[in-house]
């Protein structure tokens, strides 16, 4: 499969177009679900997950893009290569928790700012992306552009929902928020954390999940079967 003709092989706009349109739509759900008061056990309006949510969709089209992938012959060059760097993105996020615990029990007077916070978290989700990309070039690159497709037009929301102080998830704001300007509001807590935070757990969590799916493909394939996913 991985000498397939470059026409049989779907682009990865074509690849991501349909789960797109699926995640605007949940997007456009959730939004006039918070903003109408519909249940609240479907539509929370705190920075809590919720049950109607895009971030449920990352593993299940990560799942998606592995097969199609997979099928259309740009699987990894090795599943046991792709699943260790997974593993190893999967293990920075984990050490989030555990590097902030011995920068506090070093340091225990050392109180980083709100920015500072912010600025790490973010920087340990881009790490861990880019960890996962050596693993499966494809399915990373595919993956980035969905959660691009997925988080740019949450951040325009996010922009209008501080604007107008909607009352939703999406105007929402941590409990040592430092108050800022719209636009520093809307930069610190919508436009960043969406395009480098949220779109590094959709590479990683798709990433994780994908690679699953493309290494029991692998496994569960007859012997003698022309390619490795």
């Known amino acids: 499969m991985q000498g397939m003709n470059a026409e049989s092989q779907p682009s990865i706009s074509r690849l991501i177009l349909v789960p797109a349109v699926i995640t605007m739509a949940v997007t456009i759900v959730r939004l006039a679900g918070e903003l109408n008061h519909w249940s609240s056990a479907w539509f929370t309006t705190d920075m809590g997950a919720s049950i109607l949510g895009i971030v449920w969709l990352a593993p299940v089209f990560g799942i998606y893009f592995a097969l199609r992938l997979s099928a259309s012959g740009r699987g990894p060059a090795s599943v046991w290569r792709a699943a260790a760097f997974t593993v190893l993105g999967v293990a920075i996020i984990l050490a989030r928790a555990g590097i902030a615990s011995v920068v506090h029990f070093f340091f225990s007077q050392f109180n980083p700012t709100f920015h ?4 790490f978290i973010w920087s340990v989700l ?3 992306a880019l960890a996962t990309l050596p693993g499966w070039p494809a399915l990373f690159k595919t993956l980035l552009a969905y959660g691009y497709a997925a988080r740019i037009p949450v951040a325009i929301i996010m922009f209008f929902a501080y604007r107008g102080h909607w009352g939703t998830h999406y105007d929402a704001v941590p409990s040592d928020y430092p108050g800022m300007s719209l636009a520093l509001t ?23 999940f994908g690679t699953v799916a493309g290494t029991l493909t692998c496994l569960l394939r007859r012997p003698g079967s022309a390619a490795v996913p």
């Open 116 to 119: 500072a916070r912010l600025v």
């Open 186 to 208: 809307w930069l610190w807590l919508g436009f960043f954390p969406q395009l480098v935070f949220w779109v590094g757990f959709t590479v990683v969590s798709g990433m994780l």
């Open 126 to 128: 881009a790490a861990a």
